[in-house]
Structure formats: structure tokens, C-alpha cells
């Protein structure tokens, strides 16, 4: 059981979380934060393994891992 | 479940100023990571350089000076002969490293300075609005290179690494990149080792990150991590030019 947690306000919609996900879980949405960027989110929490690799790939540390 | 990834602690909790796809913002991270690791957030003193990551500052929490453009190395070198028993790191990005600064990095490195080099290498001078540095690729356009840069006018690419590596002052040279997990898994172990040439009193320590300025290459966060890969890493490989992880 795995889950991540996004800091919406700070994300940016760069998109290099989705480019680092193994099992292409993430995707930005087309909700907008106040900061006017589109934000990541995950589709199916149950099939991510905690890898953090998305994480680890923020530039702007939005996403933190529970494993 | 437990955390598994957590903002580092020497990271101050507030938003980066970078633009979306920024490299910035990972090396800064990176850069908080080991000062946690090793515990040197009492004993860092940081200096910044002036460029996109003029506000260092604000993000490590850590005392840092903000040294004139370049000058970074000097400024460091005073810092460390001052205060021996802190870890002194310089963050430095290509056009002041490797134009404006050029004989501070090569007399710092070549004096074998205690120091460690955090070296943001972006092709271009960022800050400033996308001008061509040093750095910049053969054929890339900057708003000083419109038909891209003609090496027999503007000379080639200039790869610092590589040239630091040939001082005998300098213990520990790598460049790194970051555009893709696997590469930065490994960025974060050279870093580690710049950072130990150091806290073991062996000498200078440098690393070189590769980094996409998505704003001036004027491209996608997507399309500049693919440049990184396809464009930069065959010219500027990575690797360790001196020294070995132990
Ligand atoms: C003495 C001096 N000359 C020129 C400038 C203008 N200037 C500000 S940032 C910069 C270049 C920054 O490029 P780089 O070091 O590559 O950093 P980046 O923004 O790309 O991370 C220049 C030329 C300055 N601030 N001071
Ligand atoms: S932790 Fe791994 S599997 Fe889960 S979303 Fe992030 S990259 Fe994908
Ligand atoms: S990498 Fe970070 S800032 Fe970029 S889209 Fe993903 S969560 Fe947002
Ligand atoms: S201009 Fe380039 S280097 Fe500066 S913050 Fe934007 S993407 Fe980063
Ligand atoms: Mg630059």
C-alpha cells in the first residue's frame, strides 16, 4: 500500500512527475490553482508502489510519499 | 505507511520563484538533502551567485553571502580561510561560473580551495533574458546567437568539467544531470561525494548539473528534460572526471 500527497498551491503543472512515473499514473488535470497552473493528480492511488520517483522529479516539491 | 519522501529539512517551506520545469528547483533541493545528510545546517555557510538562483537565500536555511556576479569563488575562498570548520559551498550558474567568473572557478580550483561547487550549467544566461553563455550549444539560438551560435565566430562550448579536472588543485570533478530519474538518482551520489571531498578536509569538489532552462530554450518542461538528453549529455557527457566515488 502506497499513497502520495500533492501541495496543490505549489505545483505548476510542469508535467515532469508524469514524464517519471513508472506505472504512468499521474496526469495535469485541467484544474487550475491560484496560481493559475493546471495541477497534477493521480488517477488510480491503489496501483502506485511508493517509488517516489515522481517526487524525486518535482522541481518545485509538491509531492510527498507514504509507503 | 510510513513517509517515504519528505521535503528536506535545510529547505525553507516556501514556494520557489523558478518557472514551471525549472532544474533550479531540483539542485536546490538536492543541495538541502546533504546538508541534512551530513547535519551542516548549524555550520554552512552558502554563497550565492547572481543569476535565476540569486535568492538562494531565501530557500537554504543556512547563512549564505550573495556574491558580486562571478565572483563567487573568491568570495568563498575568504569565507573558508576565515571559518575553517564550516562547510562553505558556492551555487553558480554557467554565465557566471564560466564567463564573468572564469578566473575565480580555475584560481579557487587550481589553489585547491576547501570548497564545494554546486555548477548549474543551462546553456544560457537565464536571469537575464536568454543570452548566449559560454555554455551554449553549437547552433542554439539565444536572443544574442538569432541564427544560432557559429562556432567559428563564437567559438565552442566550453566544458568546464572537463577543464577543472586537469588542475592538480582539484580533488573530486563530475557533471550530473537530472532530466530523467535514473540520472538523477546517480546526480545525488556525486553531489554526496562533493560534498564529503570536504567534510573530510580533502580538498575542492565540484559537480557540474546539466539543466533545463524551459524558458528560454523555449520548449515545453517535456521538450527541454528530452533536450538535456538528446542535445547536451552527447557533448557534455557525464561521468566523474577526477576522483571516484570510494
Ligand atoms: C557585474 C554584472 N554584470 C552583469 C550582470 C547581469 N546579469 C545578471 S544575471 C546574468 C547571467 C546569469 O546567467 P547564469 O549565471 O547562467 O544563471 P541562470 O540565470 O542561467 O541560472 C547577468 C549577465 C550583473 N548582474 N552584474
Ligand atoms: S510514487 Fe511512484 S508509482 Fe506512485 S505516483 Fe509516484 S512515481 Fe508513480
Ligand atoms: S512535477 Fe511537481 S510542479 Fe510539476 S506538475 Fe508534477 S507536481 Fe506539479
Ligand atoms: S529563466 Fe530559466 S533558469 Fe531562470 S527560472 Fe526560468 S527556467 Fe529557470
Ligand atoms: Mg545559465
Redo the contacts with the bound molecule.
Keep these: 500500500m502506497a499513497a502520495i500527497e500533492?501541495i496543490e498551491e505549489?505545483?505548476?503543472?510542469?508535467?515532469?512527475?508524469?514524464i517519471?512515473c513508472p506505472k504512468e499514473l499521474?496526469k495535469?488535470s485541467s484544474h487550475l490553482n491560484r496560481a493559475g497552473?493546471p495541477?497534477?493528480t493521480i488517477e488510480d492511488m491503489d496501483a502506485c508502489t511508493g517509488c517516489a520517483l515522481?517526487a524525486e522529479?518535482?522541481?518545485?516539491?509538491?509531492?510527498t510519499v507514504f509507503k | 505507511m510510513k513517509q517515504v519522501f519528505k521535503r528536506p529539512e535545510a529547505l525553507v517551506d516556501v514556494p520557489f520563484h523558478f518557472c514551471?520545469?525549472c532544474h533550479h528547483g531540483i539542485v536546490h533541493r538536492l543541495v538541502a538533502e546533504c546538508i541534512d545528510r551530513y547535519g551542516l545546517r548549524e555550520k554552512t555557510i552558502g554563497v550565492a551567485s547572481v543569476g535565476c538562483s540569486v535568492f538562494l537565500y531565501d530557500y537554504i536555511d543556512v547563512d549564505v553571502v550573495e556574491a558580486p556576479h562571478g565572483r563567487a569563488p573568491a568570495v568563498a575562498t575568504g569565507v573558508k580561510r576565515a571559518c575553517p570548520d564550516n562547510f562553505v559551498f558556492t551555487y553558480q550558474g554557467d554565465g557566471d561560473l564560466a564567463a564573468i567568473g572564469t578566473a575565480e572557478i580555475i584560481h579557487a580550483a587550481n589553489r585547491g580551495e576547501r570548497l564545494t561547487v554546486v555548477f548549474v550549467n543551462n546553456t544560457v544566461f537565464g536571469m537575464t533574458g536568454g543570452q548566449m553563455a559560454p555554455t551554449t550549444m553549437a547552433g542554439q539560438e539565444t536572443t544574442t546567437t538569432p541564427f544560432g551560435r557559429q562556432t567559428d565566430t563564437n567559438g565552442f562550448p566550453i566544458k568546464m568539467a572537463e577543464l577543472l579536472s586537469q588542475l592538480p588543485g582539484t580533488t573530486f570533478i563530475a557533471r550530473a544531470a537530472v532530466n530523467t530519474p535514473k540520472n538523477l538518482m546517480r546526480a545525488k551520489k556525486l553531489l554526496r561525494k562533493a560534498f564529503e571531498v570536504q567534510t573530510e578536509n580533502q580538498g575542492f569538489g565540484f559537480v557540474e548539473f546539466l539543466s533545463a532552462c524551459p524558458t528560454n530554450w523555449k520548449m515545453s518542461?517535456e521538450q527541454a528534460n528530452k533536450r538535456v538528453g538528446e542535445e547536451m549529455i552527447p557533448y557534455f557527457p557525464l561521468g566523474i572526471f577526477k576522483g571516484e566515488l570510494k
Excluded at chain 1, 10 to 18: A, E, P, S
Aim: aromatic letters at 8%; hydrophobic letters at 40%; a positive charge.
Design positions: 500533492f505549489r505545483c505548476k503543472g510542469c508535467g515532469l512527475c508524469v517519471a499521474l495535469v497552473y495541477v497534477s515522481c522529479m518535482c522541481p518545485d516539491v509538491v509531492i | 514551471p520545469g518542461p
